[in-house]
């Protein structure tokens, strides 16, 4: 890893495809008018990170510097910027903002089809910004948000750890239980113990459901199983449905929810609906292959509805953090920000992202400023 | 064809799958509290008869008098009896009938679920009853409505053939269109021009759609041309995305309704719909096999919604009624009663059941009383 | 109170509008097919009770044995008798059933409408049917359930005593608050801290809201505040508007519900609501007079919607049981059981209803056979 | 009415409440980049205009250009400009644009009530832009559309004639029908035959609705019977219950919706919907005056719905467009721009407005540019 030798904030950056990050100085920017400049505490590694640095996502206008969550605290403001909600954004306030920013709100997507997350105008921090364009990434020791970025500040009782604990799996999972119109009393299946599948099983419990973790491995299993969840442990029997209808005495779920990424779990899935229940997609955020499907006895003889989910808008970012607020957190009790994170210094983000890719960790944080 | 021969009234009767339908004389039924005889006018073959008897259908009981859709005149009551409104009914009232009936409304599936089309207690006239019980089919000069079946008038300026042009593909394309959300301003593709896709078509232009069908069958396209509906011509072409494009100047359609039973219609289907539009199965109602499908591509990207359609409940018949009243039923003004029917006498039941197995015709009609 | 004496089961008569309640003993009934006779263990007095007793509701047929939930173990079956989720009902078991029953299924309300709980057929017990039709009430030693009556077991983890402490006010709080379509992150309030204002609270609650209940008396906020919920204390301000946004930072509701039953509260929860938020009205069970509203200001320039809530479902009814077996209950933690009940042997009924009507008890149970 | 003399384009002007509007040349204005100069060919004049001459708009920063809705062709372009759906826009090009821009898309109201028709931020062309920032509405021989103000070009077959027809009253009847969740087979009462209420019934009639509006003005009767509506004449009677269950045998209506902006319209037209229907308030735009309701009677047992609808997003103008293109707009096949329209050159502003005012009008037509 070279490190650049100058005073400026240093930030890591991806120059191509499979090649490693490297951490560089930047120039201090100019703040200009309704920009807001952090001093990043914390942002994360998750898997689209993984899937940027082995090119699997297209249109990367790589170099880039990665990290589209991140939280901080406010260094300087270009003038009077208000939050969302309104509030002056001073000096030192810890603030946090939503990745997605530059939706055009004029076009077909945006006014006629209201699918924003579908705007060819959108841009994401740390993801389709250029390196050379500035600091627009979280792994950086600052952040430049830009004028049209939506920021807010972290409610009293969330912690800058528990912030990033949740993470971009947060807001995802709060659209997928919008999608899946999770509401009391449902029993909800979720598929997969990732970031994503924990969060969309502690979302579906704050929405009144009874949440069920199915997975095969055993180190996500017993994650699931510390947050509090009821499990499904496919490592021993791969008959999720016996599994389910044994825990269910005989009933199966009103949702699923795929947050795995696997094309061969949507039948499998599919099979744990009860008739006319809903089947939710979350996890393809980069293609992994074709799957088999029996149109008459999957969709049409179930009466199923399934439903897919892309990116997330402000608002479920805003219910995501509120969320967060909630004292009692997880089933079990156990803070989410002691069960899931480990936490890297910038300079060992590489190791960050090797570890979530070989999931040897649930959530890896990189804290960007360690020797402060 | 073997007829029978005495005084009561004719019923035709397959004892089998694969076997001939043929022509018995059964004893005029006492009809008892609550219950209706009707003289029957006209019922229909679709498509599901025709997998009744090639023994496609599970748990059909053998000998049944088939025919689920019917209309006919009162010839006696059980009493006082009234319609779903409340009106009575009289000795001599045109009137029709919900096929399905004997739901439980006690059920898990009915209350819980409320998913009634998935009652396992449901039983449907033509479908489950076998000849055994009764004049419980419409293929019969005479049908003995039990004291649980919604009975309903045929309002004055629906004629009892325009009634069964529409037939059962009415309530099921209300369905359909129900579970599509079609709304005013949509762009509404349907995936063949058979009975179904014809009516979804009708109700989804009654529902504010521009609405375009697709088939390969020049004599369906002709069908569909004559109703008025835009056409997609894949007889000529099977690239249906740029036909479309074509169309709609550049648009995709907001829903796709299935409506082939083909399970390659699926994928094809789908990539005419737009990014978080919807896609309705609403044609498979038996098993012709699997197909492929890209979790990312097909559901996550396009932030896509896919929905079975399952039977029908009263409100989706009491709404095709309804619609049939409209004075313009078609977008072209041509009446479905004259564009869509071939009237078979009872006796020709089995050339009625080939026609639509071949599709030479649209909808075949059955005039269970010709001699009147 | 007179107590005749025979050995059959005592059950309580109210004979007409302002009489008293009276015991007499009943002969013990015939069960007949596919019927259910309880031995009671509680049932409850609701301010519905309080109602029929003023005279205030109409169509009831006295005399009347009141009480209309209640929950008991099985004395006889008529025969193999199922719950809901097709488990046989045995002698022992624990269960419970709702009230209405005898919902046609077939008549425009129940059909067309879809809008069950307007039935014209339906009964329900303890309310309209007359104690000289049997035991067709909760304020009784027996119960006799009629053939289509939903019967279900309570949960291993729900009590009989927590059950009646939710009472009919949990499935009523239900159905308010999925009218008012709640869920994750908003902000709800609840007007009334009766039973179904508090139950209104532990469900909003439990559908991922932030709930705070307003009353201007002491003894129910403090009832509110043992729950754990946060209050709008309106016994010393009446300007409920300003105490939401000090609790708030200047916000104003999601969905406001009304669970007073007082006209005036009507406007004044109004202000309550955001702009295009919803306002449920549940506490209306009687006519209580008129009140004044402004078309421009209160519905059209907030763009409100307004929401009534008549009567409940047998699914508002199962999500409620589901609730109540939720370890944690209420936001303090305290029991519902503990804090919300005041039990009454069968002959102190007079007395259970007069402290009902005065507010002295938050919620009487009758323990119906005490001497056990 | 004064005219001033010089080269620039013409505008009518009203300078406060109660004033007589003049007409002044304004300079041509320097056309910025992605702004687009439209000499303007028809614009209209509508109740909302009445009521800002009469001052009872709050927030109206006098001098204004009034007019809100306008059709004109291209003059100038500020650079490419694209409309919403990606189309550039040239000069020579027929084009119309929406009313309301500079929504934020950022605060609490854009972001997290979903609210947009309450953004603070929003500015609406002909109400709350100052004459003195330039020519900012539709009384103009020109007009300037802003950089973020949405563009569409009419359809072939709309005529600038028929669009302004339609007018500001489409889509405000698209958005109320849409709040009342009016679909196939519903029964729709509309409460006044002014242009909102006659757009209400077209939109309702294609959403698949039977429509009858009610009036109690023999002319407005009149407009509404030649677009070929059922009515309900109040001027004969004021029993609109009885002459409504006349027209349907018995039955009450699914949706109501009031388009009269009359506070005493609120309870009479409560009465009118059934049991579990919907009533839509959209003709209360400004204060009128309270009015009586009783919660229990006109909500609570109705199991009511009412639903305020404030303004229009872009989507509702989209639709009411993508209308008009229709074939056939009227139950009776007339054309609205025939049956409702009656034109006047800019310099007899004040003679439209008075005959709005006085109702001697159902739609008066501004033609911006008679001369030419
Ligand atoms: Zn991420
Ligand atoms: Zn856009
Ligand atoms: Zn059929
Ligand atoms: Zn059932
Ligand atoms: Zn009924
Ligand atoms: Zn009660
Ligand atoms: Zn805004
Ligand atoms: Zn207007």
């Not at 491995?217 to 499904?232: M, N």
């Not at 442990?233 to 696997?262: H, K, M, P």
Request: aromatic share 4%; with cysteine.
């Amino acid at each position: 890893m070279v490190v650049t030798n100058n005073s400026g904030p240093l930030a890591a950056v991806l120059t191509g495809p499979g090649e490693p990050i490297t951490l560089h100085n930047f120039a201090k920017p100019n703040v200009k008018r309704g920009e807001v400049l952090l001093h990043t505490m914390y942002s994360e590694v998750c898997g689209t990170d993984v899937h940027i640095q082995q090119g699997k996502l297209a249109g990367v206008p790589y170099p880039i510097i990665p990290g589209h969550f991140a939280v901080g605290t406010v260094e300087e403001t270009g003038g009077d910027v208000q939050s969302v909600s309104g509030r002056p954004i001073i000096r030192g306030d810890i603030v946090t903002f939503l990745d997605v920013h530059a939706t055009c709100h004029r076009c077909w997507q945006c006014q006629v089809n209201k699918a924003p997350t579908k705007c060819p105008s959108r841009k994401v921090y740390g993801v389709s910004h250029s390196s050379n364009e500035g600091l627009l990434g979280g792994w950086s020791e600052m952040i430049l948000l830009q004028n049209d970025v939506a920021i807010t500040h972290l409610p009293e009782n969330v912690s800058p750890l528990r912030f990033i604990a949740g993470g971009c799996a947060m807001p995802t999972a709060v659209h997928a239980v919008e999608r899946g119109k999770v509401g009391l009393g449902d029993i909800v299946v979720v598929q997969g113990a990732g970031p994503v599948g924990l969060c969309t099983g502690i979302v579906a419990y704050h929405s009144g459901a009874r949440v069920l973790i199915a997975d095969k491995s055993t180190v996500r299993l017993e994650a699931a199983h510390t947050l509090g969840f009821e499990v499904l442990d496919l490592s021993t029997s791969d008959n999720a449905q016996s599994l389910l209808e044994y825990a269910t005495q005989g009933q199966r779920a009103d949702v699923v929810i795929e947050a795995t990424g696997s094309p061969s779990a949507i039948q499998s899935g599919i099979s744990l609906v009860r008739d006319a229940g809903r089947y939710v997609v979350v996890g393809h955020y980069s293609d992994a292959g074709s799957t088999t499907i029996n149109p008459h006895l999957d969709i049409n003889k179930k009466h199923l509805e399934i439903l897919g989910t892309w990116g997330v808008e402000y608002i479920h970012f805003h219910k995501a953090i509120g969320l967060l607020a909630r004292k009692e957190l997880t089933p079990s009790g156990i803070k989410i920000e002691d069960a899931m994170t480990t936490i890297y210094p910038l300079h060992e983000v590489n190791k960050a992202l090797s570890d979530v890719r070989e999931r040897r960790v649930v959530k890896a944080v990189i804290c960007a400023n360690s020797g402060d």
